[in-house]
């Protein structure tokens, strides 16, 4: 009878510490079908303002009001750099007016110097783009050569269909290149106005910026401005860090590749830099994407200047991810691979590759506000594990 009883003890111990398992494991799907179920609303939510046109007027108020907030962004960029200044023991004042100064002084040299670069490169890559073609025709054709021999299948249509697709996109390229590098610049001078304004509007917030930013805050109910206090801090320091190295390793990585690609004597190296460095911004497949433009440009050239622009660009990759990041990107988004895979393929769809930068910084975003209403509210406890 003992045995009896100790056997079916053991059995029951065994069947709660299996049932503990089976709610773990049910307790993890469940928040996997949550934080799905938001993606899908956010999915919807998107679709429903473009259907119904609600998001082209957020876009026009946007634009109205656009140089109070690029002037509250520049504020919040800059007020580090003033703090430091101030800590120092110089004038808050005198510390504005010499990083200002500092601001103007870069961007007129920007406009003065790597604006007539860009259109001339621009002009260079264009002039590239049938001999770019004509190499990947040759390229692709000794691959469909290569698979007909291998198979018995006629591959003549689908060889014909995919030319008339590659000199389809050359043709929209060197229509649309120049057209689009000129409405950038059309559209940048007719905004002079609303960016000068923006940096007026900057130049006041910065000097009482912190008076600014509690402002906002006052406008809440009083029992909520703790929490909102709590929250801004949390998104603000996660941003700006994240600003602040993206912008750092991008300028860097830019230099870098500038000087590489002039040295190797690729075309338009300036452009191809800059290019790269904005591709990089996107995680796992924006390296492949400048790396891709690079080694045609290369590869039109001459093989030897594409197969040094390849490696040269697989070093540079190399340095950026054991040297630059953890140097300069001391706080990571902690986004899980598929989540920030999710985020591109959504954003990407709804607004193109300028989607697919600010996708990983926005995801994190919203995260750090769900962890926070999710530990505030005990919605799912997510965050207690």
């Not at 054709?141 to 060889?159: A, Q, R, V």
């Amino acid at each position: 009878m003992k045995k009896e009883k100790e056997n079916i003890s053991k059995t029951k111990k065994l069947d709660v510490s299996r049932l503990n398992n089976l709610m773990n494991v049910g307790n993890k799907i469940l928040k996997i079908l949550y934080i799905l179920l938001i993606f899908l609303l956010v999915y919807l939510g998107i679709i429903l303002l473009k259907e119904f046109n609600i998001l082209s007027i957020i876009l026009k108020i946007i634009s109205v009001i656009s140089p109070l907030f690029i002037g509250f962004i520049i504020a919040w960029l800059l007020n580090p750099l003033v703090n430091r200044l101030t800590n120092k023991g110089l004038n808050r004042t005198v510390s504005v007016i010499l990083l200002y100064a500092l601001l103007i002084i870069i961007l007129y040299l920007f406009t003065l110097i790597v604006l007539p670069a860009l259109a001339n490169q621009i002009k260079d890559i264009v002039g590239t783009i049938p001999t770019i073609l004509s190499d990947l025709k040759s390229w692709v054709e000794g691959i469909f050569d290569k698979i007909s021999d291998m198979s018995l299948e006629n591959l003549d249509t689908t060889k014909t269909h995919f030319f008339d697709a590659i000199e389809k996109i050359g043709t929209n390229l060197q229509t649309n290149l120049p057209q689009t590098a000129l409405n950038i610049i059309s559209s940048l001078v007719s905004g002079v106005g609303k960016i000068l304004l923006s940096f007026i509007v900057g130049f006041y917030i910065l000097f009482n910026f912190n008076e600014v930013s509690d402002g906002f805050v006052k406008l809440l109910p009083k029992k909520w401005r703790k929490d909102a206090n709590m929250l801004l801090s949390q998104v603000s320091t996660m941003t700006y860090d994240y600003v602040k190295g993206t912008l750092v390793i991008s300028l860097i990585l830019m230099i870098i590749s500038f000087i590489g690609f002039a040295i190797i004597g690729l075309k338009a190296p300036l452009l191809i830099a800059m290019f790269c460095a904005i591709t990089n911004l996107i995680p796992y497949i924006g390296p492949y994407m400048g790396a891709a433009v690079a080694g045609l440009v290369g590869f039109s050239q001459s093989n030897v200047i594409g197969i040094l622009t390849l490696v040269f660009i697989l070093i540079v990759q190399t340095l950026e991810g054991n040297f630059l990041t953890p140097l300069f990107m001391s706080k990571k988004m902690n986004l899980h691979p598929v989540t920030i895979l999710i985020s591109l393929l959504i954003f990407g769809y709804f607004f193109g590759i300028i989607g697919m930068v600010i996708a990983t910084p926005l995801t994190a975003l919203l995260k750090i506000v769900f962890n926070f209403l999710d530990q505030k509210f005990k919605f799912f406890e997510y965050t207690k594990d």
